[in-house]
């Protein structure tokens, strides 16, 4: 089986011979550098979580799609845990696992989020129209949406338009697990 990095490697440049874009061109659209996207088609690179974003919405992706394969569901499917290997951000504050397939007649990613103590990251704007449900399973999280912090418990939800900028912080002392449920809208429905 592949790794991780060979996945990324991979899945960026397929989307870039996909669009015909250049290394230039690719950082442009991503706000990434050049360098940086070198770096990840060769498989040199552990991009963080906020990077993968700025690439997955400058190629218009699901962020899902850097990890495992979209793939349309039959009538029922049960997704395994373990099925998808975690994406591990290198400095160790976050693990990113889809709990499910990218679905593209669906539109939305569902995501287990794990932030040490301690963690910090921030986000750049998503694309127009992508919404986040962030739901703590275990322990407190800060969230910031447009400058404003919201601090939410396990078991309650923050809904919000995720194309500002928005942070998520863990200033307790124990791990916090969400879930993140991430709403895509189709191309369609941006067009008016
Ligand atoms: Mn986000």
Redesign the pocket.
């Known amino acids: 089986m592949e790794t991780l990095a060979q996945h990324l490697a991979e899945t960026l440049k397929a989307l870039r011979a996909q669009r015909k874009w250049s290394l230039t061109q690719a950082a442009e659209q991503s706000g990434v550098s050049k360098a940086m996207l070198g770096q990840i088609e060769r498989g040199e690179s552990s991009p963080t979580v906020a990077t993968l974003?700025k690439i997955a919405t400058g190629f218009a992706v699901p962020f899902s799609l850097f990890i495992t394969p979209p793939s349309r569901s039959p009538a029922v499917t049960h997704f395994r845990e373990g099925e998808r290997p975690p994406f591990r951000q290198q400095n160790a504050q976050m693990r990113v696992t889809p709990l499910a397939d990218f679905d593209p007649l669906l539109g939305f990613d569902l995501l287990a989020i794990e932030f040490s103590a301690g963690a910090f990251s921030e986000?750049s704007p998503?694309a127009p129209g992508v919404t986040?449900h962030v739901v703590v399973i275990s322990g407190a999280l800060e969230v910031q949406v447009a400058q404003r912090w919201y601090s939410l418990r396990s078991g309650e939800v923050l809904r919000f338009n995720?194309d500002v900028p928005?942070a998520y912080r863990n200033n307790s002392s124990e791990p916090v697990l969400i879930h993140?449920l991430?709403h895509y809208p189709r191309a369609d429905e941006t067009a008016c």
């Open positions: 974003w986000s998503h986040e995720a928005h993140d991430i």
